[in-house]
């Protein structure tokens, strides 16, 4: 195609989970939190839907909210940088940090974007496998990367490396470090400290899991202030608009609702984790709002399909042969009716 750098027409590009606009359908598959955002949310919308509000360009820093989650995290606002979500963070991340022909690293089974975001910049992009038990190779065995992302916790597996084994591999990497931390706010610990700490750290945050905001597009990172000054050249100017802007800081302000819904999701993670267990499926422990589920008796991508079939949605993953379902935790009736059909799906092959 003429004009299209030959990178772009070599790659196959990012594909996100279905989006199916079926009010019946039980959507399991993209890790949205079954719970509604902040009543506070819906108020700051709202009194941001005004002629003066919408037709000004809105905050370039996001400096209302910045202010906010610097005092609900304990760290400096200026230490912060807004996104559009948390990709909008990461291709910032990659476009300031990796050039044409360097080189990303990152762990695998993971989040496949990272791959499309190497493909784009025309850089190299490099695997390190998770052991069996989701664990990494020790010492680091792939330093001096211009950028190595690492999820934490991870996707698909739901697991997530400790402090201590976070803290190691600072000095391991040679790098930036990314920690991606979209799931950070269902694991009972994160490495935000460490974003404050060193000056090759960074994390990544989303409103679209724990806050119910995957519909407004809002992210976050945590950096050094001096380097966020540097990602601010990179970044679109105002890529956060008037009414993301205003849903996120009354999100963030709302500490007793988050922690209410929080509460209510692991309850139900742990309900979901022993019943599919007491079924047959191989659950890995998650310190997130989903669970990675497998067998080795059956294939699992038939009951993908027959629960598709059945108007609930999962998502099949498969890495290379290493296939299972992710199931996000849904509401308690939503797990119920799932459970149910999972059920009755694997009474129908034993017959």
């Known amino acids: 195609m003429i004009g299209v750098r030959p990178n772009i027409l070599a790659m196959s590009g990012y594909i996100p989970g279905e989006q199916l606009n079926d009010p019946d359908i039980i959507k399991l598959n993209t890790n949205e939190n079954p719970y509604p955002p902040s009543p506070r949310v819906f108020e700051a919308v709202q009194a941001a839907l005004t002629c003066d509000k919408l037709r000004k360009y809105p905050q370039p820093l996001g400096n ?34 990796v050039p044409e022909g360097g ?11 990272y791959r499309s975001l190497a493909e784009i910049q025309g850089a190299q992009f490099e695997t390190v496998r998770f052991g069996d038990d989701w664990t990494l190779p020790r010492p680091w065995p792939k330093p001096g990367a211009d950028l190595t992302f690492l999820p934490n916790p991870n996707s698909p597996s739901g697991t997530a490396l400790t402090v201590t084994e976070l803290d190691r591999m600072v000095g391991e ?31 990544t945050r989303s409103f679209s899991k724990a806050y119910s905001l995957a519909g407004i597009r809002f992210g976050f990172a945590v950096a050094p202030p001096e380097l966020v000054r540097e990602l601010l050249k990179v970044k679109d100017s105002y890529n956060c608009d008037v ?34 267990q007491d079924f047959g499926f191989a659950v890995t422990p ?23 079939r059945r108007k609930m949605l999962v998502r099949y993953m498969n890495y290379d042969g290493y296939d299972g379902l992710r199931i996000s935790v849904g509401t308690d009736r939503e797990i119920d009716a799932l459970l149910r059909g999972i059920h009755e799906i694997l009474e129908l092959v034993k017959t």
């Not at 302000?253 to 019943?275: C, G, N, P, W």
């Open 243 to 276: 009414l993301s802007l205003a849903a996120a800081t009354a999100a963030i302000e709302d500490q007793e609702y988050f922690h209410s819904v929080r509460a209510k999701i692991l309850a139900t993670r742990e309900r979901m984790r022993l019943a599919l």
């Open 286 to 308: 998650s310190h997130s709002n989903f669970l990675w589920c497998r067998r080795t008796d059956q294939a699992v991508k038939p009951i993908y399909e027959e629960l598709k």
């Open 103 to 113: 080189r990303i690293v990152s762990p695998t089974p993971s989040y496949i974007l």
């Open 173 to 203: 990497v040679g790098g930036m470090l990314v920690l991606d931390e979209a799931y950070a706010d269902f694991c009972d610990w994160n490495g935000l400290a460490l974003a404050t700490t060193y000056r090759n750290v960074i994390v």
């Open 64 to 97: 209302t909210f910045r202010r906010a989650a610097g005092q609900v995290l304990g760290i400096d606002p200026d230490s912060i940088l807004i996104g559009n979500g948390s990709d909008d963070i990461l291709t910032i991340l990659t476009r300031t940090f």
